[in-house]
C-alpha cells in the first residue's frame, strides 16, 4: 500500500513536471532564473552578513536563530538527499557538492520557507510578503526543471519546522 501511493505521488510530480515543461515561457523563464536566486545560499550569506553588521540589536539576535535553524535544515537536507537520492527533473545541471545532484527535499523551498517563518513572527506585517516570495521561488524551483513539487513541499514543511524548533529553544 505504501509502495502504492509512493509511485502515485510521483506519477503526480512527475506530470507536474511535464506540464511546466511544455507551458513554458522564454520571459517567465527568464524572470524564475531571477527570482530563484533569491533562495540562493549565496545571496543569504551575503544577506546574514550585511544584516548582521548594519543591523540593530534585535535584528542580530534574530539572526543568530536564523543560522542555527539555517544549520539544522542544512544537515536534514544533507541526510535525506543521501538516504533517498532523488534524481534531479533536470539531470543535465551540474553542481559543486554530490548531495545537491539529489532533488529530495528541495533546500531552496527550506531556506525561503524558514526565513518567511522567522522574520514573519519577528515582523509580524512583514508575514503576507514574505510568504508571497517563498511561494515565488518554490514556484520557480519547479517551474525552472531543478524539483518536483514533493521536493518544495518537504523543503517548506522542514523549513517551517527547523524556524519553530530555533525558536522555542
Sequence with gaps: MLTQLIQNLTAWDHSII?????????????????????????????????????GTEKVRDLLISVILAELSGL??????????????????????????????????????????????????????????????VSISRIYLERHYLFDVLAGSFIGFLCARLVLFI
Design 75 to 136: 544537515l536534514i537536507i544533507i541526510v535525506l538527499r543521501n538516504l533517498i537520492k532523488r534524481e534531479r527533473p533536470n539531470v543535465d545541471i551540474i553542481f559543486l557538492l554530490p548531495w545537491q545532484n539529489n532533488s529530495f527535499p528541495s533546500h531552496h523551498a527550506l531556506r525561503v520557507s524558514m526565513l518567511a517563518t522567522m522574520f514573519g513572527i519577528a515582523y509580524p506585517s512583514w508575514l503576507p510578503l514574505l510568504i508571497f516570495g517563498a511561494t515565488i
Design 18 to 54: 511535464n506540464w511546466a515543461i511544455k507551458h513554458q515561457d522564454r520571459r517567465a523563464r527568464k524572470a524564475f532564473h531571477i527570482v530563484t536566486y533569491l533562495g540562493s545560499g549565496y545571496i543569504w550569506t551575503v544577506a546574514y552578513l550585511i544584516l548582521f553588521a548594519l
